[in-house]
């Protein structure tokens, strides 16, 4: 069997999460080839990888979505669109549902340059059908380069090329979804499509809270991502989430019930059995937050919890472990905050192996603004350390149990609540019984529901049944 493996922004170049689930996939499956085909913002961007590829993994290959095919315009042949793809074209601008079909033949049919086509008559003239029915109020020249500036990576991914494969499988909707859904598409491969957080929400999220997009435009960047989202649940044949509220948010956005299956993250608890645990003579309190430093961890509001919390408790100790290096401006924000504030005890590690610090730790706290069902929780649970975390994804199902009795294995604190994560380190602080009581409860709900091997498993299973399905059409 051979798979492709299709995804954004992570494997192999960034480390923990879904990169670190993605590795564990195919050493899972020794028996299985793998291709992973990995997107990326700009070949600038490129890194060293981050992991040791499997020897199951035959090729990895890379996009870039800003590696545009840009020339001198008067050079290239320009590109005319038929009435049913101007049609698809014109219904993808104007927010309505367009012929997804269409638009994937153009490209796969049609060598077009992409400048040509983002520069030609045709899409001045649907941009300048848009403005004027929707955005005369701004400079109409903006307003056509954001237009241009919003397709380029669509389009870019949408005219890429990969080899076949006997099942596509994305691990996002975005970009990486729209690769899978053309193959589904052009070749009617068996496509199936794993959402480890909310990727249309998501994208919501940092759009909003993004300097690059002004307001005017934040809606129309917003509203393609939802498209875009509506054309993966199209053409996947299953759709995998981590919890009962997320697959419950799929089918909201479009996705057809049917198609959805729920499969959560999973832990190898085994390799935490031996690890290393605190020395005999460190007598503080280890808070360990096990995370990438990117804006979407909220790492600032942590740090301004953890200072209020150790204004009465100078035992505590900050360890904030993993990469520095995917949101560089916003880690450098967050150890000037710890100099300008005068907190001591953080210390960043940068990226480690979790298994050699975790224990160590006290309690974990994760103050994200958004996320699917952490693996840093069930990571910690692994180890019997309770956790703190807002109540995001799924993390309230991790730490309060949806299926158990087993008890809570932390708090549950409020997005950017400063006062409140506060109060819940110094609640686990100060009383250690609770802590190991809450460790234990974790741990046994790890074990229970959230054992890896079984997750791969699934996963296994759904690669049979799938690919089967389409030998026996």
């Given at each position: ?290 995370l990438r430093v990117t804006p979407i961890k909220d790492v600032k509001t ?172």
């Amino acid at each position: 069997m051979k798979v492709c493996l299709i995804v954004e922004g992570a494997y192999p170049y960034v480390t923990g999460g879904v990169s670190s689930w993605v590795q564990g996939l195919m050493l899972s499956m020794p028996d299985v080839e793998f291709v992973v085909q990995t997107i990326a913002a700009s070949p600038d961007e490129r890194q060293q990888f981050k992991y040791k590829i499997p020897s199951n993994v035959s090729e990895i290959q890379e996009v870039y979505l800003l590696d545009d095919d840009y020339v001198d315009n008067r050079t290239q042949k320009k590109v005319s669109l038929t009435g049913e793809e101007y049609d698809a074209f014109e219904n993808l601008l104007f927010e309505s549902s367009p012929d997804w079909s269409v638009i994937i033949h153009f490209f796969a049919e049609k060598d077009v340059s992409l400048n040509a086509l983002l520069s030609g008559k045709d899409f001045f003239k649907m941009s300048l059908d848009y403005y004027n029915a929707n955005f005369r109020r701004v400079v109409f020249s903006d307003f056509l380069w954001t237009m241009r500036s919003l397709y380029l990576p669509l389009f870019t991914i949408l005219k890429s090329r990969t080899e076949r494969a006997d099942l596509y499988h994305s691990v996002s909707s975005g970009y990486a979804g729209i690769w899978g859904s053309m193959q589904k598409c052009l070749h009617g491969a068996p496509f199936l499509m794993s959402e480890h957080g909310l990727y249309t929400r998501e994208r919501e999220e940092e759009i909003i809270k993004a300097d690059w997009v002004s307001g005017i435009y934040k809606d129309i960047w917003i509203d393609q991502f939802k498209k875009i989202g509506e054309c993966c649940y199209e053409y996947a044949d299953r759709v995998v989430s981590l919890f009962d509220d997320a697959r419950a948010f799929q089918i909201e956005l479009g996705c057809a019930k049917e198609k959805t299956v729920v499969i959560p993250n999973g832990v190898d608890y085994r390799k935490y059995e031996d690890i290393p645990g605190k020395e005999a003579g460190d007598r503080g309190i280890n808070i360990g937050a096990v995370l990438r430093v990117t804006p979407i961890k909220d790492v600032k509001t942590m740090l301004s919890a953890f200072a209020l919390a150790r204004n009465k408790n100078p035992k505590l100790k900050l360890w904030i472990m993993g990469s520095m290096e995917e949101a560089k401006e916003y880690a450098q924000e967050c150890r000037d905050m710890v100099r300008d504030m005068e907190i001591e005890n953080v210390v960043f590690t940068g990226t480690i192996d979790v298994k050699e610090y975790i224990g160590k730790m006290d309690f974990l706290i994760l103050t994200s603004i958004s996320e699917g069902q952490p693996l840093s929780i069930l990571e910690g649970f692994a180890a019997k350390r309770p956790c703190i975390a807002t109540n995001v994804g799924n993390s309230r199902g991790l730490i309060e149990g949806e299926r158990d009795d087993y008890g809570h294995a932390g708090y549950i604190v409020p997005v950017m609540g400063v006062s409140e994560i506060a109060r819940a380190i110094l609640r686990l602080a100060e009383n250690e019984t609770e802590r190991r009581k809450m460790g234990e409860a974790g741990y046994r709900r790890v074990r229970a529901y959230y054992d890896e091997e079984e997750v791969f498993g699934k996963y296994r299973s759904l690669y049979e049944e799938m690919t089967k399905s389409r030998e026996g059409r």
